[in-house]
């Protein structure tokens, strides 16, 4: 079945500082990818989303890159801020396109000053 | 814009209990679902309804039931809480497939 895996549980930065989080996935179909973001006591809310290889997304000053080569979908951002601390999903659309997601187990980014 | 609006917020039950969280949508979205999230473990989906009176089970259903009597809205009943269960129980709903939208959740805590 599908999986997606980040392999940072936790992350902490200083502002001012680059950003990357890694995902890699496993799909027997091609589907989209996406990048969610929850702040504390908020809803998860969409950050990037992407169904094409090797085509750059960015969105709030992030990016990322879908490689169906490598099965990647890293988030980056080239400058840490304060408000960038927040709990980021990276997650894979079935194949059936009800909006079915399968989540990777998420990654706790702390920036501080 | 739309929102997605659960309650209640908060829930404490006991163990045993049926326990019945809510969800109301005014997106007009066809699809809705119920997600848990554990500490470190992701979203795990529980139930998904593509329509009004339709129910599919996802990889979590056991231990769950749910309705959709409406298009807006889409409820899910802990059938038994177990003792010292704690979850935040994310719904959630789409008109593609292709964005999700999410609720701030109900968080459940079982004593």
């Known amino acids: 079945g599908d999986s997606v895996t980040q392999t940072e549980g936790l992350v902490t930065l200083t502002e001012g500082l680059p950003v990357m989080l890694n995902c890699t996935y496993q799909?027997?179909?091609?589907?989209?990818l996406f990048w969610y973001v929850q702040h504390l006591n908020e809803a998860p809310k969409l950050l990037l989303k992407?169904?094409?290889?090797?085509k750059r997304t960015e969105h709030q000053g992030f990016h990322a890159t879908l490689h169906k080569s490598s099965s990647s979908f890293h988030l980056q951002k080239s400058s840490a801020q304060l408000s960038d601390s927040a709990l980021y999903y990276c997650?894979?659309?079935?194949?059936?396109?009800?909006?079915?997601?399968?989540f990777g187990d998420g990654t706790v980014l702390t920036v501080k000053p | 814009g739309g929102i997605i609006t659960q309650t209640p917020k908060f829930l404490i039950g006991q163990e045993g209990q049926k326990l019945t969280l809510k969800c109301q949508q005014n997106?007009?979205?066809?699809?809705m679902y119920w997600y848990r999230q554990d500490s470190g473990k992701g979203l795990r989906l529980i139930y998904y309804?593509?329509?009004?009176?339709?129910?599919q089970k996802g990889d979590l259903s056991e231990g769950y039931d749910a309705s959709r009597e409406k298009k807006s809205s889409f409820s899910l009943t802990v059938t038994s809480a177990q003792k010292n269960e704690m979850a935040v129980f994310l719904c959630?709903?789409?008109?593609?497939?292709?964005?999700?939208?999410f609720g701030k959740g109900t968080r459940l805590t079982v004593v």
């Open positions: 959630a709903s789409s008109p593609t497939g292709t964005e999700v939208f």
């Open positions: 799909t027997a179909y091609s589907t989209f």
């Open positions: 992407s169904s094409t290889d090797n």
């Open positions: 997650a894979l659309s079935d194949r059936t396109n009800t909006g079915k997601l399968t």
């Open positions: 997106f007009n979205h066809d699809t």
């Open positions: 309804s593509i329509t009004e009176n339709d129910l």
